[in-house]
């Protein structure tokens, strides 16, 4: 059984997200910010097993803009590293 880590992503902005323990090889983290018609926003976060699993996330983004009505939306991938906590 794989050893179970700690995967880290820190994104452009300054958030970090921390995952684990996990023995699931993921490498990338995905984010979407949604900007609500009210002003409010909302966030979808999810990790993925490659940087081409995490870029399908943004083919049914048009389609869930529409159907939420979201005024705009950011959609941001990075990788994750492995930390001690």
């Known amino acids: 059984m794989p050893r179970k880590r700690y995967l880290t992503a820190t994104l452009p902005d300054g958030y970090v997200k921390t995952?684990?323990?996990?023995?699931?090889?993921?490498?990338?983290?995905?984010?979407?910010?949604a900007v609500l018609a009210n002003g409010k926003t909302e966030v979808f976060w999810g990790h993925a097993k490659s940087l081409a699993e995490a870029r399908k996330k943004r083919t049914a983004l048009a389609d869930a803009a529409t159907q939420r009505g979201w005024l705009r939306h950011d959609f941001e991938i990075v990788a994750l590293e492995v930390t001690e906590r």
């Open 19 to 33: 995952i684990g323990p996990t023995s699931v090889p993921f490498t990338h983290y995905w984010r979407i910010v």
